[in-house]
Structures are given as C-alpha cells and as structure tokens.
C-alpha cells in the first residue's frame, strides 16, 4: 500500500516533505569541502573524465557539488523509509537537470506509425510466473555503454533479439548495436546516433540479419554500412497490447522484452532500489530492456536493462515501480520473432 500513497501524491507535496524531513535529520548537513573533495577526485579517477579549462572544471565540480548535496539529502529520507531508492554518484553527476534532458533527449525514439501486423497473445493454458529474472536463465548478455551516441534504440533492440536466440535457438550471442546504427536508417525510421526505434531495428533485420559484436565492434558514431555477413535473422516482429498487464504476460511468456520509457531527471543519480518517480510521464525518449519482473516490501517492480554501462546503477539495470504504468513503460513495447 505504501506504493499507491507515495506514488500518488502530487510532487510538490512530496518535495515540501522531502525537505522539512531532511531538516529534522543529520546526515542532511551541508557536506563538508573535504567531503566534496575527496567525492570529486574518486568521480574524475572512475569516470576518467577532464574537462578543457579550470573555469569549465570549477563550473562541473559547482555543479558536482549540488548534486552530491542532493544525493545525501535523498539517501537520509531513504534511511527513515521516507522514500524506496538510493541515489549515488554517477557519471551524470556534473551535469545539471537540463544538461541531463538533452542527453536523453538526444535519443529521439522514433514515433513512426506501426508497421508490424503481429500483435501479442498471451497463451491461456501457461501459468504466470509471480515473478521472473531472464538473467538467470542465460537470455541477457552483459551490460552496455551507448556513450555519448543516442542509439539506445539499437541497444534495446539487441537486448531482445540476444533473448530470443537464447530462448529460442540455445544460442549465446552478442549482437552489434553499430550494424543498426550504421545500416537500419531513414527508411527504417532511425537516424544513427540521433535516435530511431526498436521496431525500426526489428523491420531491417528481417531483411538482412545481423553481425555479432565481435564482428562488427561499437565505435560509439554513425559511419558507413559494412556489414558482411549475419549471425542472428528474425522472420518479423511484434507489438505489446499498451497495456501493462499485458506486458507482464509478455515478459513471462516471451522473454526480455524491448520497452520505451520516459527516462526523466531522477535516474540520472540513481543508485539502487525501486524507482517511484513523480516527475516522469509518457514522453518517451529512451529505449530500454525489460529482463523480468518481482516484488519487494509490498512494492511490485519491473527489471531493466540500461545501456549507460555496469557503473550506473544496479550494476547497469534498475528497478521501477510496476502496476502504475511508471514513466510510460507500456507504450511502446516490442519483441522479435525468430
């Protein structure tokens, strides 16, 4: 119950709590410059990253400063029970909540009509599971970093069709995500490194298949088509009914499931935990992988696969609250058809 209490309270209610809560607890105290210091030279030595002046790096560790404030602030309400995820220092850290926006934004998951004339059917005489990790069962591979580019339309896609060759052929794949990104273009909807959709990626592959990682590596940029050969071909695709029930059953019946979502400002510092997230809606501009579904504390939650890397996160996946329709999850879910 405590789910459908916080997830339904107005946001500016939950800030106003958020803040007189975090006034009554210590560990709400400004940091100190030590602290702030020594958070900022673990985040460059883990994130490798420079900046091209001391006045655009003192303008980052400002800004690094405020998050990591931010972070404490969230994690002393996590400790009372106030809210039900984590924060952490994140390579996303030194970025402000716009700079965060257009990150994701520069994804552009595509809106084009529907061209798959497959739908979903849940079959009546399998059980469902009450809950179900498709990690466990061999049908996810290792967690991937887009980097700078927005192909997560490339990567969720991958992620599905990984699945289903494990599900389907007992196949261990790891499949390109620059094939897609160089090859499936603008007559499949997508545009490289400014984003496209998973369907798009699905319609080229029934076409010409797909090269494995190893063939065809990840240089994070759009560059010519080259694709030699294929190791994976799907004979089409399907859509998931909007309806989150729905995708449930999908998800226990199919396996890892291709899914848009509204990735908003709070998973920039997400750390663990389940996600309930008032600020995000259905502006779908992220692409992502469904691995399974469970329960924890009275909160249902989905499982899902990120392609910011195995630093981020739950060791690259998160948990989001599930039964709400959360940040648009079942709007734009998809799967292929070997």
Not at 121 to 138: Q, S
Not at 197 to 223: H, K, R
Not at 289 to 313: A, R
């Amino acid at each position: 119950m405590r789910a459908k209490i916080i997830f339904n309270m107005n946001p500016q209610l939950i800030l106003l709590i958020s803040v007189i809560s975090c006034l009554m607890v210590t560990a709400c105290q400004a940091l100190t410059d030590d602290e702030v210091t020594r958070e900022w030279n673990t985040f460059l030595e883990k994130t490798k990253k420079s900046y091209k002046s001391p006045v655009e790096a003192s303008r980052r560790l400002a800004i690094f400063k405020e998050n990591l404030q931010d972070i404490e602030n969230h994690n002393a309400l996590f400790e009372q029970g106030k809210v039900t995820y984590k924060k952490a220092v994140t390579k996303f850290t030194d970025l402000t909540k716009e700079e965060f926006s257009q990150y994701i934004n520069k994804s552009k998951l595509s809106q084009r009509p529907k061209q798959s004339k497959n739908m979903f059917k849940a079959n009546p005489n399998l059980t469902v599971a009450g809950e179900i990790d498709w990690r466990n069962y061999g049908a996810v591979t290792y967690v991937k970093d887009q980097g700078q580019c927005g192909s997560c339309w490339s990567f969720s896609a991958t992620g599905s069709m990984e699945g289903q060759a494990a599900l389907v052929e007992g196949r261990q794949l790891v499949l390109s995500e620059q094939n897609l990104i160089d090859c499936a273009l603008e007559e499949y909807g997508n545009d490289g490194c400014n984003g496209g959709s998973m369907d798009g990626a699905f319609e080229y592959v029934t076409f010409y298949g797909i090269d494995s990682e190893e063939d065809y590596p990840y240089l994070e940029y759009q560059y010519y088509c080259r694709q030699q050969g294929s190791v994976f071909g799907i004979s089409s695709y399907a859509d998931v009914e909007q309806d989150e029930y729905t995708l449930q059953l999908a998800v226990a019946q199919i396996g890892p499931i291709s899914v848009g979502i509204d990735a908003t400002n709070e998973l920039q510092n997400y750390g663990s935990g389940i996600l309930i997230d008032q600020t995000c809606g259905e502006q779908i501009n992220h692409g992502v992988l469904v691995v399974g579904y469970g329960s924890e504390g009275g909160n249902d939650y989905w499982i899902i696969k990120n392609s910011w890397g195995q630093n981020w996160g739950e060791q690259g996946y998160f948990r989001l609250i599930r039964g709400y329709s959360a940040c648009g999850i079942n709007l734009m879910a998809s799967y292929p058809i070997v």
